[in-house]
């Protein structure tokens, strides 16, 4: 009888024990999920800015040390430039973080000085387009973040920049579409012949044009194609459009620039020659120039891939802020096509 006794005190003692790691493992709290800045919280400011929404590398959470950030602006007197600047000073407002930069305008070998002079105000991180290696060595010299905006610069922490070879895709996919009706309509039976404007020495201006008209060539069996070699100013391009028409009169044109700007001698080159109605393009930036092609040149300029410079500038804060945490953030993508009819909804103000 002591036996069984024994025996069961010890099986009760064994099950209490039990019971108690159970209970003590039901009540365990979860470990708390950091409070984050989400896209619907920044949509917000682009509707209140007045641009199109876009997604985000990094979800930034709502408590961060203090940070002091610092971008090398290549030409502020240049739109998309001065874009980036408004937006990465919106980004710094909204995330709490200080923000300060410098205007190289367009005199890049001031780049280096420039990123002294930052350093010198105490920032935290560092920016540049196109930035330098010396930049890169430096920065990492003094354990800080540098991550170029629209380059890639060998010795960086990283970049945020337009998907080159995703906006090529997308525009020959746009294109394709828009091709096919119209040789199934006023095009039947007409030889197509393909433009594409780059700048000769920058990598990303030759990709996208390029990359468009490989994915093109695999549907459509073009007349021939050509591609600008000269750096596309307006009163080039005009004329390297000029000469094209007047070597292949009978020819249609489909067009993909590197950019919106290199889209205007294009314009009043068939323009000027009455030939409006023999050519399509896909504009690439979707920025004031290009909107303006949609509202007033539709009859050839019949979308715009948004690079959205607000977003992919915002994206260059939030992504800052994630090195300086040392936190990954994702590539940055590309999200809207505008066209004539959607223009108006995400840019009200005409520019």
Not at 73 to 98: C, E, H, I, Q
Not at 311 to 321: D, F, L, P, R, T
Not at 326 to 345: A, E, G, M, R
Request: proline fraction near 6%; charged fraction near 20%.
């Amino acid at each position: 009888m002591m036996f069984i006794r024994w025996r069961t005190v010890a099986i009760a003692a064994a099950v209490f024990a039990v019971a108690a790691i159970v209970v003590a493992t039901s009540v365990a709290a979860p470990a708390a999920k950091t409070p984050t800045w989400t896209a619907l919280d920044v949509a917000k400011v682009a509707k209140q800015k007045g641009v199109a929404p876009f997604q985000l590398v990094y979800d930034v959470p709502k408590s961060i040390p203090k940070l002091k950030l610092g971008f090398v602006n290549p030409d502020l007197g240049n739109p998309f430039f001065a874009t980036w600047s408004r937006a990465m000073k919106d980004a710094a407002k909204f995330y709490g973080v200080s923000f300060t930069e410098g205007n190289a305008a367009t005199k890049y070998e001031k780049e280096t000085d420039i990123y002294d002079t930052l350093v010198a105000q105490g920032v935290n991180a560092v920016g540049a387009h196109p930035g330098n290696t010396v930049i890169a060595a430096k920065a990492k010299k003094a354990g800080m973040p540098f991550i170029t905006i629209d380059s890639v610069v060998k010795g960086a922490s990283g970049h945020i920049g337009v998907p080159d070879v995703a906006v090529g895709k997308l525009a020959a996919k746009l294109v394709a579409a828009k091709l096919t009706a119209k040789l199934a309509g006023d095009w039947k039976g007409k030889p197509v012949f393909y433009v594409g404007l780059g700048v000769p020495g920058c990598t990303p201006c030759e990709v996208r044009p390029h990359v468009a008209y490989n994915e093109l060539k695999k549907q459509f069996d073009f007349s021939g194609s050509s591609f600008i070699s000269e750096y596309a100013t307006p009163d080039v391009v005009q004329k390297f459009m000029t000469d094209l028409m007047t070597s292949h009169p009978n020819d249609k044109f489909v067009i993909v620039p590197l950019n919106d700007e290199s889209l205007i001698g294009v314009i009043n080159a068939l323009k000027g020659a009455d030939r409006a109605g023999d050519a399509i393009a896909v504009t690439l930036g979707g920025d004031p120039a290009g909107r303006k092609f949609l509202r007033e040149d539709s009859d050839i300029v019949f979308a715009a891939i948004d690079f959205n410079p607000y977003g992919e500038a915002w994206n260059w804060v939030a992504a800052s802020i994630a090195k300086s945490q040392h936190k990954l953030f994702k590539p940055y993508t590309i999200s809207t096509v505008l066209t004539p009819k959607n223009v108006d909804s995400y840019y009200k103000d005409k520019s």
